[in-house]
């Protein structure tokens, strides 16, 4: 494929994505067109599935470039991204924006300090306070990548791991009240039921945190006010 069909195939899942663009990872050493007997480059359906790969995990999970060549590098000689094999990533051609999870994400602890921006310190707080938690084999996924990355921007603000155990308390509450309404639909242990639990957990989540949000930006209105 040219350049310009392979636009045409990414920009439906991202909108933004540019020639520029994928020359740059290109430079980076993330995709490796060939080249026609002219000098134009030539794509394959392998080219394009990496750089799905690296615009999702990039777009979702935050992830700087060089962390992300270290998974396609590791992807590329036998798919697993931990040394020890107890946990691996799904490989880069089954990954689109559709189906990226938590558990694509797989950061060695190095890894997760360099994506989140932090110190070693700040992440042996988090840990101590439960609000970062390795999974088998001492790995990271992108929930904690997510916490660790809030908790370094917060730092700068003054606000210390100890500070933040009340907003993963208030988040267990309102995982509580989602809990209350999933049950009955659990219980029915169907397909069907399955799927309508997910779409409700969804929505309640989506709502709730729109609450959360109104109360809090409401409470610094008040403090600035006065």
Known sequence: MSIGEVL???????????????????AEGLVEPQRSASGYRRFTPDDVARLRYVLTVQRDHYLPLRVIKEQ??????????VAD???????YTAVSAKNT??????????SLLEAAGIGEELLRELESYSLVRPG????????????????GELAGYGLEPRHLRSVRSSAERTVDLVEQVL?????????????RAEEVATEIAR????????FVDAGVRRLQSR
Request: proline content about 5%; charged content about 30%; overall charge negative.
């Open 183 to 195: 049950t009955p639909l659990l219980r029915q242990r169907s397909a069907e039921a399955a799927g």
């Open 85 to 91: 094999g107890e946990r691996s990533i799904t490989p």
């Open 72 to 81: 396609l590098d590791q992807l590329d000689h036998g798919m697993e991204l």
């Open 101 to 110: 999870s938590e558990d694509e994400v797989v950061l060695t602890r190095s």
């Open 136 to 151: 088998r084999g001492d790995v990271y996924d992108a929930h904690a990548l997510l916490v660790a990355r809030t908790a």
């Open 8 to 26: 045409t195939q990414l920009r439906p899942d991202f909108p933004d994505i540019s020639i520029s663009k994928i020359r740059f990872l290109e």
């Open 207 to 214: 709502l709730t945190t729109r609450l959360h949000a109104a």
